[in-house]
């Protein structure tokens, strides 16, 4: 037979419910920190390879103003009127970029210093030595600018191979070589206006420009033939390779003629004038090829930060949109529901097996006194006490 049970409301299953949304949010929250992270670091790189290219565009325009300055102090030392016109022109460009950029590299006090003593140089000076002493004042101070500029910018500290040795060869090591042949040229020609007693304080004095001219000058020729032959843009190598020749050449020449002569103890000046302008002509045509090649190392390796942080947000975005998605199935999964429907006997559940056995079957066992019946029965087999006295 068929009980009808009560219908009895299942307690919710709210903690189950729970658990995934909970899991998801303790998952999504690390996820979300590790992209942050990233992305902070990708853009801290970003801001550093941009400053350093601001650098890059400093040299540049400080590149001519060292070449029109050697040039400067070769002519007042040699009693010639100063070309002051390539000079002034290279001020000025300088003076646009230190304007624009200066205030984020911390130039513009040291670059208003050395415009100042620049615009103070006489044009014509009647004392060579007096000259030569207030032009390397000048130039020891642009020297110092280069090194700031590198300092400042974070080319110092560059991590590529190729666009640090780059660096180092066109912000420190060309402007001291130019500076250093430049001043050996003008010692050699004061040299030979000084009395015989200054002799041996000119050999002393020649003896350290030459040095001080040629180890920047093979410093250079090493650091650009690592990178000419290690590097993989065939652009770098084709187009470095004349500059470059010509300049170790003019380096090589510089000092086989800086040597004072074995007999006569003097030094060849006009070869060594020759010699010193071959290097700055090389110089010059080197500088700027070999700061394309820094700006195009800087500018990919830009690009690529900028793919890897478009990469990280994408990979952190899926990763949010899966945890998101399982906490919400979580929420939004049910338990089959059982509530309401009818309890079944066995014997019922029987019937139901084997619809065709209809027969009834008392429950229990024969001496089972639940199940017989009440009062008195009419059963003539059953024997009663008083039916022996009949």
Do not use: C
């Amino acid at each position: 037979m068929t009980v009808p049970a009560s219908r009895v409301r299942r307690r919710p299953r709210t903690p189950g419910r729970i658990l995934p949304l909970i899991l998801a949010t303790a998952l999504l929250l690390p996820v979300a920190f590790l992209v942050i992270r990233a992305h902070q670091y990708i853009d801290a790189d970003r801001e550093a390879l941009q400053q350093e290219r601001l650098g890059v565009e400093y040299l540049r325009a400080l590149g001519p103003v060292t070449e029109a300055l050697v040039d400067a102090q070769s002519a007042a030392v040699a009693d010639r009127r100063p070309p002051r016109e390539n000079l002034q022109k290279a001020v000025e460009q300088v003076a646009a970029v230190d304007a624009r950029i200066g205030a984020e590299l911390s130039t513009n006090e040291r670059w208003a210093g050395i415009r100042a003593k620049l615009e103070a140089l006489p044009e014509r000076s009647l004392d060579p030595e007096a000259a030569f002493s207030a032009y390397r004042e000048v130039t020891d101070l642009l020297l110092a600018l280069h090194g700031k500029v590198r300092e400042t910018s974070g080319l110092i500290r560059d991590s590529g191979a190729a666009s640090y040795f780059l660096q180092d060869g066109v912000g420190e090591e060309m402007p001291e070589a130019t500076v250093a042949a430049g001043r050996l040229v003008d010692a050699t020609v004061l040299a030979g206006q000084r009395p015989a007693s200054d002799q041996v304080r000119t050999l002393s004095e020649l003896a350290t420009l030459r040095l001080a001219a040629l180890q920047p000058a093979n410093d250079l020729v090493n650091n650009l033939r690592a990178v000419v032959d290690s590097s993989a843009s065939a652009d770098l190598g084709a187009s470095v390779l004349t500059p470059f020749d010509a300049y170790q050449r003019a380096a090589e020449a510089m000092a086989l003629h800086s040597q004072p002569d074995n007999r006569t103890g003097t030094i060849n000046l006009v070869r060594l004038t020759s010699a010193r302008d071959d290097a700055q002509r090389a110089a010059g045509q080197l500088q700027p090829i070999l700061l394309d090649e820094i700006d195009r190392l800087l500018v990919e390796r830009i690009d690529q930060l900028d793919r890897d942080d478009v990469l990280t947000m994408v990979a952190g975005g899926v990763a949010g949109l899966l945890l998101i998605a399982l906490a919400v199935a979580g929420w939004l999964s049910r338990p089959s529901d059982t509530t309401g429907r009818p309890h079944t006997t066995d014997d019922e559940a029987g019937d139901l097996e084997h619809p065709a056995d209809t027969r009834w079957e008392p429950m229990g066992t024969p001496g089972d006194r639940a199940l017989q019946p009440v009062g008195h029965g009419h059963d003539p087999d059953r024997w009663r006490p008083f039916d022996a006295a009949r």
